[in-house]
């Protein structure tokens, strides 16, 4: 048995999984982002130590731990390089945790993780190569080559959400202009409406679903209002569609993976905009000779990152 | 010994190269570019039976043929799968030089070859990862992973100058708009000259240097007169080397390798102009708290493609 853990700025979720990727039972707790990393820690372990005990099992059976984190790792030496959301600056996760259940502690990103589980028992599982790319709040990404996890030379890699592909009407919260996360994510959906509904002479129903909701217009709000024919909103699809497939066919023309599957939120959109994307996304490629990746939804859901961290021991 | 070839849209050069990676003996025929593939293949046959006759060698003396193409090559097939430069498509190059000399032969885009060659023997050759940039016409790359040389599924991975990143006042000769290469190539340097003087009232020394020349502007002479303190050449130079550094961040968060290594003439541009573009560059790193790739020159300028293309075998 493995254990897979998921390690967000608000929940932490703790798998055991077997052979076959299964998670057999698992727990959450809350995370208590605000405390310092020791608390976390122990929190931790505590809930680990449970998840054992409820299952009968002794540190002992468990082959290894993993976890996947939310920013940049350093796989080898098992520290977080660096983690926004937790305010975490070069952290000995690994050995805090080896120490106490005497087991090996893998460290991964959450998005290379969820890659890395897909490849293993999800969408991509039949191919050497891929890229996974987690559409929410941003953009993250995992790169699978030859069967491999791609972890850059200084565990920076696959931050696909960060490539420039343009100029846009606000920053990134990395602090750059022009990322791929600000042009293609929910978070950029909503920014853009809300952009263009600063202009009092825009009709849209979205206005009535801010008003309905008190603010809080989500992407599958717009999502909704295209299909219900709001010109505005329709727009804002097509504009998320374009700079998707822009970001898509670059991935083709550094990566050329067999498959691009898609995760997080915006996977949610459906058939028709996903063929929209691909459609869009054929049109940019570079040479008509070649039959670049198939784009398809991941599989495994929230449940990726567990899975991908609790097999990291088979990448060592 | 083993033979490597550059094949070129206007010339064909084959090496003689040996186990160091040192060019013993070599040859340069043009090419045939307007004729049917056969006469080139042709050519290129007598070619290498003449460098081998000159050296007293027989085609059992050499261990793998190896020939860099500009453009999309199937690997595992020996084939061209498109070449614009010569019009070909679909064109099996190994096959037919295979039978002739009954050696293995090996195809590689010509950017990825000298990649290979700078990892083996140049500017990268300390390191496991590396991405390898020639900047002239337009921008080629190549990829190393883990020693190994990154192709894609579809032979289409490494065309790094055609990864979009922003909105051009005119299009790639791919046919989209915003490619890498449109923004920071020697061509593109040239171009936005060109049309920043389409206005009258511009005042630049590149106006002489124009009419001197009857107009064939080069990319040296912007940076001389950018050297020289005319105002414009300094503006496209600042231009260049900002979407140079939002290419190589690009590199950065999507490969992050340990050393980006620059060829083709702008790399010839001098210190001043590359540290200026690497200042640039961390500025847009995505975490502080991660020491990115150096930015390096090539070292094995016009030959990399012969010598990488020569040690192809070695990635059979």
Redesign the interface.
């Known amino acids: 048995m493995h254990i897979g853990i998921d390690l967000g700025g608000t929940k932490i979720k703790i798998g055991l999984v077997n052979e076959k990727g299964c998670i057999t039972d698992s727990i959450s707790i809350n995370t208590a982002a605000s405390h310092e990393y020791e608390t976390i820690m122990g929190d931790m372990k505590v809930a680990i130590s449970g998840l054992l005990k409820q299952n009968s099992l002794e540190s002992e059976d468990i082959d290894s731990i993993g976890i996947g984190v939310p920013g ?1 790792v350093d796989y080898e030496k098992g520290k977080v ?2 983690c926004a959301n937790l305010s975490w ?2 952290v000995d996760v690994s050995g805090c945790l080896e120490k106490y259940f005497n087991v090996p502690v893998y460290l991964e990103n959450d998005a290379t993780a969820a890659a890395y589980a897909e490849s293993l028992f999800g969408s991509t599982k039949n ?3 891929s890229v996974f790319l987690t559409i929410g709040t941003g953009i993250g ?1 995992g ?1 699978i ?2 069967n ?1 996890i ?11 959400g ?6 846009n009407f606000y920053d990134c919260n ?1 602090g ?1 202009n ?1 990322c791929f996360e600000t042009f293609a994510s929910a978070t950029a959906m909503i920014k853009y409406a809300q952009h263009r509904l600063e202009n009092p002479d825009t009709v849209s129903s979205l206005r009535d679903i801010i008003a309905q909701k008190q603010g809080g217009l989500e992407a599958k709000d717009i999502f909704d209002q295209a299909t219900a024919g709001d010109m505005l909103a329709e727009e804002v699809v097509q504009r998320t569609a374009k700079y998707l497939a ?1 970001g898509i ?2 991935i ?7 498959i691009i599957a898609i995760g997080g939120g915006v996977s949610k959109a459906g058939k028709q905009f996903f063929d929209l994307v691909g459609a869009m996304a054929e049109k ?1 490629t ?2 008509k ?5 198939k784009i398809v939804t991941a599989e495994l859901g929230n449940d990726a990152g567990i899975i991908g961290t609790a097999f990291l021991g088979k990448q060592a």
């Not at 791609?150 to 696909?160: K, L, Q, T, Y």
């Not at 083709?252 to 067999?258: A, T, V």
């Not at 000779?289 to 990746?293: I, L, N, Q």
């Open positions: 940049l390089i660096y600056y070069d191919v050497n190569s990404g790169i080559i030859n491999q791609i972890r850059g030379g200084h565990g920076a890699a696959s931050e696909i960060h490539m420039v592909v343009g100029e990395c750059r022009g822009i066919a670059n083709y023309n550094i990566l050329d993976p067999e940019m570079l040479s000779h070649v039959k670049y990746a």
